[in-house]
């Protein structure tokens, strides 16, 4: 077991749970004992999910498909958690646009802007208002190694998990005195389908990626410590801690680069 699920139960909200390191959370949430209401796009794929942790870890659960990047949206969330007790938040929901970004559509970039920033606001701002008058809970959210330090071709996304990053920092110790654990996790390159959306080869990658359940639990057991920021694995932690921003930029930008010219020049 990684968390109490005393202290971050009977339920949690996991947004983004569909796929990736967001399935992962509740699967291990689940395995704790804490009934989770799952919310994502593709509702169907949330209810078979929800079934599956109903069966093998006997929680209860609810399923909210939505689209966070549109306006409105935390409406249904909040409506269908007023009558539970809620003890923890896995903000974990996000989207990459990856390549150039003056070729990039700006309806679109403002779609990412919406559900990497101000879906993580409306969250943070309504359950975290629960979970300090409860005295007890916690908040992860979910945010990207290195992206305070900007990304070539992937410029705008990063740009939006840095205020991630920022917001959880800074609310991990604004929530402290009321009990309420934050954390915000910095993950590398994951094993989840956001690598093919990317156009990157997990095998042809600098760093191996890591697996989501890994990613997850070390999240997870940050949480349970209430420490500020997570970032999972020795090889990503040491990388942060020694190589210049710059030169990571640098690869970054040989990496994104080949896919964007790529798919430039299929189109």
């Not at 699920?5 to 959370?25: C, D, K, L, N, Q």
């Not at 409105?72 to 989207?95: C, K, M, Q, R, Y």
């Not at 402290?176 to 095998?203: M, Y």
């Not at 890994?214 to 990388?239: F, K, M, Q, W, Y």
Request: hydrophobic letters at 45%; a positive charge.
């Amino acid at each position: 077991m990684t968390i109490n699920a005393h202290r971050f139960g009977p339920w949690a909200i996991v947004t983004g749970a569909s796929s990736g390191i967001g399935r992962e959370f509740a699967h291990q949430i689940a395995d704790a004992g804490i009934n989770v209401v799952l919310v994502a796009r593709r509702l169907p794929a949330l209810q078979d999910l929800g079934a599956a942790l109903a069966r093998g870890y006997g929680v209860d659960y609810r399923a909210v498909g939505v689209d966070l990047s549109d306006p409105g949206t935390l409406t249904p969330i909040i409506e269908a958690t007023n009558d539970i007790d809620v003890g923890l938040l896995v903000s974990n929901a996000g989207a990459a646009l990856p390549g150039p970004f003056l070729d990039s559509d700006l309806q679109a970039q403002r779609a990412v802007l919406r559900l990497n920033t101000a879906a993580h606001l409306g969250l943070t701002h309504h359950f975290g208002g629960r979970l300090a008058r409860r005295g007890r809970g916690g908040i992860m959210l979910v945010s990207a190694l290195g992206a305070t330090h900007g990304v070539p071709y992937m410029a705008h996304t990063a740009a939006t998990k840095a205020y991630v990053t920022s917001l959880g920092a800074g609310l991990h110790g604004e929530l402290a005195k009321h009990g309420v654990h934050v954390t915000v996790l910095h993950p590398g390159p994951t094993r989840t389908p956001v690598l093919a959306e990317l156009g990157l080869d997990p095998d042809k990658m600098p760093i191996p990626p890591m697996a989501p359940d890994v990613c997850a639990r070390e999240a997870l057991r940050a949480l349970e410590r209430n420490r500020a920021s997570c970032i999972p694995g020795r090889i990503n932690r040491v990388t942060a801690a020694l190589v210049p921003a710059a030169l990571t930029r640098s690869m970054m930008s040989r990496m994104l680069l080949r896919p964007s010219q790529a798919n430039a020049a299929a189109q």
